[in-house]
């Protein structure tokens, strides 16, 4: 047989293996989300806090391909097509968080509440584990969005008023507005979690990254960790974004991520599928 046939073959083979591999079914996928979220549950705070630093950090590449993507394009082609661009670019800090497994805020808002609901952990475990992603994705937002303040304009790539067009998106917005938009985005990254889990490949998990993401990013919703490296960036690059803004917006975007993770995807996932077991041991 030549290469090309045996090529062809194997690949024939690999598609027909890929047709006849079965759908997870949704208990399968809820005790994968019970015993991973058991796992970040279980973790150390130091392994937590280094985990949750990464995530931060890694998101803010996000921020750094839309502001060169808004100052490579902004003025140049029709607005509506800038605005599709630069929520492609949200996606890509997602893609490296989700992918890589570091610890993500607004993915504990749905995978640390299932073990809680299944009876194997605790509120104060859940609680210990929030406060200590919370603070360092929060922490590696700040240091990730300092450094592109500073280096971005300096290498001609970002403009400042990127920086302001990015923050003033974020914080341009009444409290009961913020918070609407962040149920909706915490409920589309709860949803994230449980479709990655479903995911049988690499491949497949980014694009759903991809478009749960780029739906958040398209669609102006508030995630409070990406949008606080936005807001930092515009406070660092003097863009008139104060203290107050800030608290005000990552105040409203944290109730209601959490609101939607947990109320929207945990507790109704959770609930039709414990009804589908019948009883059955999720964990």
């Given amino acids: 047989m030549s290469t090309d046939q045996s090529t062809e073959s194997d690949l024939q083979a690999d598609s027909e293996d890929e047709q006849a591999a079965p759908k997870r079914a949704p208990k399968e996928i809820l005790k994968s989300e019970i015993h991973e979220g058991l796992g970040a549950l279980e973790r150390s705070a130091g392994g937590l806090f280094v985990s949750g630093l990464s995530a ?19 003025g140049k082609l029709p607005a509506p097509v800038v605005h599709w661009l630069v929520a492609n670019m949200y996606a890509v800090g997602f893609i490296f968080v989700v992918i890589g497994r570091s610890e993500l805020f607004t993915e504990q808002t749905t995978l640390a509440v299932l073990p809680l609901l299944n009876g194997n952990s605790s509120v104060k475990a859940l609680l210990r584990l929030w406060v200590i992603v919370f603070v360092a994705n929060l922490l590696g937002a700040a240091i990730f969005a300092a450094l592109v303040a500073f280096v971005g304009p300096r290498l001609g790539d970002i403009s400042p008023e990127a920086f302001k067009y990015l923050a003033s998106a974020t914080v341009d917005h009444g409290s009961l507005e913020l918070f609407l938009s962040a149920v909706l985005a915490g409920w589309l990254m709860g949803l994230l979690s449980w479709l990655v889990a479903a995911g049988r490949d690499t491949i497949s998990q980014i694009v759903i990254v991809w478009m749960v993401t780029t739906t958040i990013g398209f669609a102006g919703l508030h995630h409070v960790v990406a949008g606080s490296t936005e807001i930092f960036a515009g406070m660092f690059s003097g863009s008139g974004i104060t203290a107050g803004n800030a608290a005000r917006v990552i105040a409203m975007a944290t109730l209601g991520n959490v609101f939607g993770g947990v109320v929207f995807v945990a507790v109704i996932k959770f609930g039709h599928v414990k009804q589908m077991a019948e009883g059955e041991d999720l964990t």
């Fill in 56 to 74: 931060g950090l890694d998101l803010g590449f996000s921020l750094l391909l839309m502001g060169v993507m808004w100052t490579q394009t902004n």
